[in-house]
């Protein structure tokens, strides 16, 4: 089976739809057809500041969360990114070999480091792509399901492992990307042009899947639609309807041609009341089961014990490879 890695931040109390349609729903589905490795990656949490307490509240929802979603701990490995050592120690050595150039072109970097002011911006924020590379190489992953934001630091991850695999030996798998066209992008209610974020979306623009459905609801019924009333899907011309008729079609399983026919000669307000209904049906299971999950916390972390054993398998193998092959004495 190939393999597939990904991961998501603990940074907020709940993960936004934008996440779940971009990323998590395909982790859900390749735990299928692929030997699949997810983590909570609180490492990547903490490089622009954070409340310690928190931070350990949140990984435990992110757990819950994906759970929640579908993740089955009998058919994927779930694992919190601290849990397992290699990542910090095999992301020195790509740093090693990122150059301080390349890493600066990052746009990510580029984006929060100057909201930050790029003077007060952390040298782990500068380094938070070579970790994430790092993540990835470690388990030699074939694919990596993520929206169309991380891009860049895919194509990062592909230039360090050719890199290394040159300069050292074959070494690593060269990953790619598995981005979904259709989602890779849900954008901002209130700014369909933006991408809906948990750092720069204003509340109203972003849905959480564990906030109160009816606030969700009324998200929809206000999201920003453009000039005209017809509904149809043409990102370019008509970002608010085609936004939403993207999240509609993903979560209803139904195509958006169909989505055309159904709302031909209808309002706006039609698709949003619907899609709002939608909307909450979707959540409510996730809610409940994320409770659950947090109900037994020492089942909950039994379980991401058993993941990070399950993870360190892999990961210690590949980190032994690779400070043999850069020249590191073997402890005797
Ligand atoms: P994070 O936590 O910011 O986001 C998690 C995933 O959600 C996707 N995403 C979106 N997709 C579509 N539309 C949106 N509006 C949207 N917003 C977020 C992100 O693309 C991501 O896939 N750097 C990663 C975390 C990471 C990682 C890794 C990912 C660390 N190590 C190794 C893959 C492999 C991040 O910031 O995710």
């Not at 089976?1 to 993960?15: E, H, M, W």
């Not at 301080?100 to 500068?126: H, Y």
């Not at 999950?293 to 909950?300: I, V």
Request: with cysteine; hydrophobic share 40%; proline share 5%.
């Amino acid at each position: 089976k190939p393999r597939v890695l990904s991961g998501i931040q603990p940074t907020a109390d709940s993960f936004h739809l934008g996440n779940y349609l971009g990323a998590v729903r395909n982790w859900v589905a390749m735990q299928e057809t692929h030997d699949a490795f997810y983590c909570v990656v609180d490492l990547h949490a903490i490089t622009a500041g954070h409340d310690p307490e928190t931070l350990r509240k949140r990984t435990r929802i992110s757990a819950a969360q994906l759970l929640a979603v579908g993740l089955d701990p009998d058919r994927c490995t779930l694992f919190v990114q601290s849990h397992v050592p290699e990542h910090a120690q095999l992301a020195w050595v790509m740093g090693c070999i990122t150059g301080f150039g390349e890493a600066s072109r990052m746009t990510q970097f580029k984006d929060k480091s100057s909201r930050q002011g790029a003077e007060r911006a952390s040298v782990g924020l500068f380094t938070y792509p070579v970790l994430q590379a790092a993540d990835i190489l470690l388990y030699q992953a074939d694919q990596v399901p993520v929206g169309e934001d991380q891009r860049q630091h895919l194509e990062l991850t592909r230039d360090l492992a050719q890199r290394f695999n040159g300069q050292f030996g074959a070494t690593f798998t060269v990953p790619a990307a598995y981005i979904v066209k259709e989602t890779a992008k849900i954008t901002d209610l209130q700014d369909p042009t933006a991408k809906m974020s948990k750092s720069s979306s204003s509340p109203a623009g972003i849905i959480d899947l564990l906030e109160d459905p009816a606030r969700s609801a009324k998200k929809i019924r206000s999201a920003v639609t453009d000039t005209g009333r017809e509904i149809r899907f043409d990102p370019e011309n008509k970002p608010g309807i085609s936004n939403l008729l993207g999240i509609y079609s993903a979560l209803a399983g139904r195509s958006v041609s169909d989505l055309e026919a159904e709302y031909e000669g209808r309002g706006y307000g039609d698709l949003k009341k619907d899609l709002a209904e939608v909307v909450v049906e979707f959540v409510r299971p996730i809610q409940e089961r994320t409770a659950t999950y947090l109900g037994d916390l020492a089942q909950l972390d039994k379980l991401l014990a058993v993941g990070a054993e399950k993870a360190r398998s892999i990961s210690a193998t590949t980190l032994r490879t690779v400070y043999q092959r850069i020249g590191f004495l073997a402890p005797a």
